[in-house]
C-alpha cells in the first residue's frame, strides 16, 4: 500500500501547493522507505516539498504563547534586549572614539527561543549527552499544543505527523532505549511545570493517558524526523539514512505556506512577514547521482560527520537518530 507520496524532476509542477506523484513510501519494505517511481539523473529535483509542521517558534510572539504554557519559563524581550544594546553603544561612544571589536557570540535583538532557555532545567535522571535533546522535546510538546489548541494542527496534520517512525514506547529497541527515558523525563517534566489552565497541562495532565501517550509520541517523532530547526516534513522525513545515500537535500527557493507550515502563529496578523512570523522554505530532495524507478532514495544524516571513520558515523547515529 502507498500511504503517502509527491513530485517530479527537472521542472517541479505545482498542483495546489504541492507537486505530482513521483515517490512513494513503502511501509511494508524492510526497513519502511521512500522510493522512486520513475528514473532521475544526478541533480534532478525528486522532491520540492512544505513543511508539515515545526516544532520550534518562530517568532516573539510564538515563543511568549510556548513559554506561557510553563510556570518556570519567561519570554525574552528582544525589544528591551535591543534597546539596552543601543544605549550602551551610544554611551560607549561618548566616552571614547575608538574601534571597537565585536565579542564573539554576542546575539543583540535576537529573540530568544524557549529551545534554549536556561530555565527549562534538565533532571538528573537524564544522560548529560541527552540534555540538549530534553529541552527540545519540552519545546516540542509546548509548541505542539499551542498550534493544536489554536487550530495550527487540524485532524489531518495530527495524523500525518503521527504516521511518521517513532520507537515503540512499550518496547524499545536497544538503542532507542535512552531516547524513550528522556522523552518520559520530558513528559514528567511538562506534567509538573505546565501552567494551570494552559493548553500545556490540557495535553499532559489529567487522566488521560492516550493524549499522554500522543506527546510522548510526538516528542519521539521530532527526535526521530525533524531536521535542522525542528522542521518535519511528511516525504522526505521518510527517507532512510545511508553512508552511500543517493540523494541529497537542500533548500528551496519557495517559502512554505502558513497551512502547510502549520507552526503556532498567535500573532493575528495576516502579513507574516511584518508580525515576524518565521516562514520555513520548502525543501527539496535533489538526486545525487542516477536512481532507476523502483530504488530506494536514500540520504545521509550526519551533515559533517559524513566525512569521518566508521566508528565515529556510528556513534553520532545512535546519539542522534538511535540506531
Not at 8 to 34: A, D, I, K, Q, W
Not at 36 to 49: C, F, P, Q, R, W
Not at 95 to 122: E, H, P, Q, Y
Not at 174 to 197: F, H, M, P, W
Request: proline fraction near 4%.
Amino acid at each position: 500500500p502507498i500511504l503517502s507520496c509527491r513530485q517530479e524532476m527537472h521542472t517541479v509542477h505545482y498542483v495546489h501547493g504541492c507537486c505530482r506523484t513521483m515517490t512513494e513510501f513503502r511501509p511494508n519494505s524492510s526497513p519502511p522507505g521512500l522510493f522512486a517511481t520513475k528514473s532521475y539523473e544526478a541533480g534532478d529535483v525528486i522532491l520540492d516539498e512544505a513543511p508539515l509542521f515545526v516544532f520550534r517558534p518562530g517568532s516573539a510572539e510564538q515563543d511568549a504563547a510556548v513559554t506561557s504554557q510553563f510556570r518556570n519559563i519567561s519570554p525574552a524581550n528582544p525589544h528591551a534586549e535591543a534597546t539596552s544594546a543601543a544605549a550602551s553603544s551610544d554611551n560607549t561612544s561618548k566616552k571614547k572614539k575608538k574601534k571597537t571589536t565585536k565579542k564573539r557570540g554576542k546575539k543583540t535583538g535576537r529573540v530568544k527561543f524557549s529551545a534554549s532557555l536556561d530555565d527549562i532545567i534538565v533532571p538528573p535522571s537524564v544522560d548529560v549527552t541527552y540534555a540538549g535533546k530534553f529541552r527540545a522535546m519540552v519545546t516540542a510538546a509546548g509548541t505542539y499544543a499551542v498550534a493544536f489548541a489554536n487550530n495550527g494542527v487540524d485532524n489531518d496534520t495530527r495524523r500525518r505527523i503521527l504516521t511518521l517512525y517513532a520507537p515503540n514506547i512499550e518496547s524499545p529497541g536497544d538503542d532507542e532505549r535512552q531516547i524513550v527515558s528522556t522523552a518520559c523525563a520530558a513528559l514528567k517534566y511538562c506534567r509538573e511545570n505546565a501552567a494551570d489552565g494552559s493548553n500545556l497541562a490540557a495535553l499532559v495532565n489529567g487522566d488521560n493517558h492516550e493524549k499522554q501517550k500522543e506527546c510522548l509520541q510526538i516528542m519521539l517523532v521530532w527526535s526521530c524526523n525533524a531536521f535542522e530547526g525542528g522542521v518535519l516534513y511528511e516525504k522526505t522525513s521518510r527517507a532512510n539514512h545511508s553512508c552511500d545515500s543517493n540523494a541529497i537535500v537542500r533548500e528551496s527557493s519557495v517559502f512554505s505556506s502558513l497551512a502547510a507550515c502549520a507552526s503556532a502563529d498567535t500573532s493575528g496578523s495576516s502579513n507574516n512577514r511584518d508580525s515576524g512570523f518565521h516562514q520555513p522554505k520548502n525543501q527539496q530532495l535533489v538526486a545525487a547521482t542516477t536512481i532507476q524507478a523502483g530504488d530506494e532514495i536514500t540520504i545521509s544524516y550526519l551533515g559533517i560527520f559524513a566525512y569521518a571513520g566508521g566508528p565515529v558515523r556510528q556513534d553520532q547515529l545512535r546519539r542522534t537518530k538511535h540506531f
